[in-house]
């Protein structure tokens, strides 16, 4: 069993027009994460791309944390809500991540 902790970056493309509601699945996210003690207290990193992508930045306690997540309903549940409104994606798709020192803009989470 691993203890090492692990930075994630996870990228968010939202549906046409569904913008603001993947911020909001976003913003239930880490409160998820953070209640199961699958991630560390570290404050997560929420960016924008060019493109209107969403690059969510939290570090995991353990490589076994984030396979558990994948086993937990109420993570499910979190995730289930994302996918209605955006996609998963891969970082490298991202224009911004193609030359050196990317750079994004940040962006404030709603309040729940």
């Known amino acids: 069993m691993s203890t090492k902790s692990r930075i994630v970056f996870a990228l968010y493309r939202p549906h046409a027009g569904k913008g603001d509601e ?39 306690v353990s490589e076994e944390a984030a396979e558990q997540a994948h086993e937990h309903p109420e993570i499910a549940a979190v995730w289930e809500s994302m996918g209605k409104v955006g996609d998963v994606a891969a970082l490298s798709s991202l224009p911004e991540v193609q030359r050196p020192f990317p750079h994004f803009e940040p962006v404030e989470l709603p309040r729940r």
């Open 22 to 60: 993947l911020l909001q699945a976003v913003a239930r996210h880490y409160p998820v994460l953070r209640k199961l003690e699958l991630i560390t207290d570290r404050a997560p990193v929420i960016a924008r791309a060019s493109d209107g992508s969403i690059v969510e930045v939290f570090e995991w």
